[in-house]
């Protein structure tokens, strides 16, 4: 089945220290790209977001995302993880002749002050 | 200005009850979509409305139903509310195509 896998349930980091968030899809041709952020008690934000264009996309607070058709990718990154980052990461694909959002299954994030 | 609102925020039911949860879009987005969220996973695709038309359904069973209003707001009826119905109920808007706009969600637990 098509699907959307982000590889890390959980991930622990320290502050400061470097992340990267991995997405997998499994849809051909022209997707869309999403990550959203759901910090604590709050409700899903888009982090980035990517269309088309250059696949190194920057997005608010830091993180920053590449896209690599050739791998089926959207990982997340951010060089230096800050506490206030702890927060529930999605990413979410629009397929192709689409309108609705296809999600992974989050990854949880919490760094240690 | 203001985002996405849903309402209730929380809503206690039980099984073999109706329920109706409402969502009023970002001023001037038309598309309205539903989605379920179950703990620890990630959001599900319900409904899709754009222009009061039905653009997209998801994997669910008829219990579930939708509708948008001429001012673009939209509820989402589940009827025969079944223990597995209780969720984050998530409501995004969007101009058209593309990014999704989410509210606060509803959170329904069904007894």
């Known amino acids: 089945a098509q699907s959307v896998s982000q590889h890390n349930h959980h991930v622990i980091l320290s502050e400061a220290a470097s992340l990267e968030l991995g997405c997998n899809y499994s849809?051909?041709?022209?997707?869309?790209l999403f990550w959203y952020v759901q910090y604590p008690g709050q409700h899903l934000q888009l982090l980035l977001k990517?269309?088309?264009?250059d696949p190194l996309v920057k997005g608010i607070k830091g993180f920053e995302a590449e896209f690599i058709k050739s791998k089926f990718s959207f990982n997340l990154r951010k060089p230096s993880v800050q506490w206030s980052d702890t927060a529930e990461y999605f990413c979410?694909?629009?397929?192709?002749?689409?309108?609705?959002?296809?999600w992974g299954a989050g990854t949880k994030l919490i760094i240690k002050p | 200005d203001a985002g996405v609102t849903q309402s209730p925020t929380h809503l206690i039911k039980t099984r073999g009850q109706q329920v109706t949860l409402r969502c009023s879009p970002i001023s001037g987005h038309k598309s309205v979509s539903w989605y379920q969220q179950v703990l620890g996973q990630g959001p599900q695709f319900i409904f899709q409305y754009y222009e009061k038309e039905e653009r997209g359904r998801g994997n669910f069973p008829d219990r579930f139903s939708a509708r948008q209003f001429p001012n673009y707001s939209s509820e989402l009826n589940v009827n025969a509310l079944l223990l597995g119905d209780s969720a984050l109920y998530l409501c995004a808007s969007s101009p058209g195509t593309g990014t999704q706009y989410f509210g606060p969600g509803t959170r329904l637990t069904v007894l």
């Open positions: 849809y051909g041709g022209t997707v869309n």
């Open positions: 979410a694909v629009i397929p192709p002749s689409n309108y609705q959002l296809i």
């Open positions: 990517y269309f088309s264009g």
